[in-house]
């Protein structure tokens, strides 16, 4: 178990640009969770997936921002044309099912600064 | 809306004293709720819980006690320790099943800082 990685840690980038970010989650996890913080919050739900299919999108998640997982294992995250409101920390999670007695594990995080 | 909502940012205690943060909830359909602690450069790591059919839940040193009729929630930590300077997140979420199972909702956090 080597826990839930994410890449890039950090992303700096101009507004109007696309970025993409990628989380792992632990081996045979079949739920894995978005999230975003931002400075002074906790994080905020962005959506999740079951195996590969999308199961929920918070409406926070503006037509810019895409998530898949194509094969039910690593998650892709991409943001068109930032904005700087979109600068963040962005989490991603993991659990072993769906009940909420599922522990979610928390990757470290993607910080997006836009400039 | 803050659904779930920590209204101290800071929190100070010495060595060996108890801390005690608190959380408060306004959505009803919230039935389990949990702690969460966060060090600087990590991700949250899940610290303890509670189902609403109880009051009191410990593990170790961290207790967390559940007021459903005032929708409020606490967390005990006795003795607190250096190590223990964090920020602290509570969370809620609804065990009514559907899609929004297993989504978590978080409150603004409370920086805890345990002096020696």
């Known amino acids: 178990d080597t826990g839930v990685s994410q890449n890039p840690r950090h992303k700096i980038t101009k507004r109007g640009q696309n970025v993409t970010f990628r989380c792992d989650p632990i081996?045979?996890?079949?739920?894995l969770y978005w999230y975003r913080q931002t400075l002074g919050q906790g994080p905020e739900f962005l959506t999740y997936?079951?195996?590969?299919?999308?199961?929920?999108k918070s409406r926070l998640l503006s037509d810019r921002f895409s998530a898949e997982r194509p094969k039910g294992s690593f998650s892709t995250l991409e943001i068109q044309r930032t904005e700087q409101g979109d600068s963040a920390m962005y989490l991603c999670?993991?659990?072993?099912?769906?009940?909420?007695?599922?522990?979610?594990?928390f990757g470290p995080g993607t910080r997006l600064t836009v400039l | 809306d803050q659904q779930v909502k920590q209204n101290s940012p800071s929190l100070s205690v010495q060595e060996g004293r108890i801390s005690i943060l608190n959380c408060d909830y306004t959505?009803?359909?919230?039935?389990?709720f949990l702690w969460y602690k966060k060090y600087p450069a990590e991700g949250p790591t899940f610290l303890i819980s509670?189902?609403?059919?109880?009051d009191k839940n410990e593990d170790g040193r961290f207790t967390v006690f559940l007021n459903k009729s005032a929708k409020h929630l606490s967390l005990h930590i006795v003795p607190s320790q250096p190590g223990d300077s964090a920020v602290y997140f509570c969370?809620?979420?609804?065990?009514?099943?559907?899609?929004?199972?297993?989504?978590?909702?978080f409150g603004q956090g409370t920086i805890l800082t345990v002096h020696p």
């Open positions: 999670a993991s659990s072993s099912g769906g009940r909420v007695t599922d522990t979610q594990y």
């Open positions: 509670i189902s609403s059919i109880k």
């Open positions: 997936f079951q195996n590969e299919a999308q199961l929920e």
């Open positions: 969370a809620a979420a609804t065990n009514a099943g559907g899609t929004s199972y297993g989504k978590l909702t």
């Open positions: 081996s045979e996890h079949n739920r």
């Open positions: 959505n009803s359909m919230f039935d389990y």
